[in-house]
């Protein structure tokens, strides 16, 4: 067997800051201003380096948002066990939440911008399907065993629209009345809202 240092060379290490400095900034910037307002030049001086170092990483601020995105939603959905119950996954959607608002920010004001470049409408599209993925599987797990596989599809996407629209107002909420919105509570309630809708969708014809 032939070992080898997987340890990254100084100037790979170098290479991977110099791509965290761009994103954190890019990240704040864009949650703050929106992405059409913030342009390479903001980020550059944000993030303290060279207009050429940011296009080597990214290509172009497309690229750029793209990888924001793409990191923040690794980083967001990593973070939610999949295996645990719900009541242990959505507390950790709540702690995702106090510990990266500006992904959650940013990624709302993407879908609002509509900016219409597609590179950055296909990343807010993969984000958001990913979301309501897991919101799906979430509540797979409530429905009885006896479910009918095709009532059973149907129930678990309608629900899991409703979960995620509860989640995007909570978001929302937290950020227009700070002061007055309990998140935590708030996601115990989405769930309360969830199961006890699950009976009533079951009997629908």
Known sequence: MILTDARPTKRQQQGENSRELILDAAEKLMATRGYAATSISDIRKACGLPPSSIYWHFGSKEGVVAAVMERGAERYFAAIPVEADVGQQLAAVVAQQEQHPQFLRLFLLLSLERSGDPAVAEVVRRVRGTAIGRFR?????????????????????????????????????????????????????????????????????
């Open 137 to 205: 599987d979430a509540i797979a797990h409530l429905l009885p065993d006896d479910v009918p596989p095709a009532k059973a599809k149907r129930v678990v996407a309608e629900l899991a629209a409703v979960a995620t629209a509860l989640s995007d107002g909570i978001f929302l909420a937290e950020h227009l009345e700070p002061d007055t919105t309990d998140v935590e509570r708030m996601y115990r309630r989405l769930l309360q809202t969830v199961t006890a809708l699950i009976p009533i969708l079951l009997e629908e014809k």
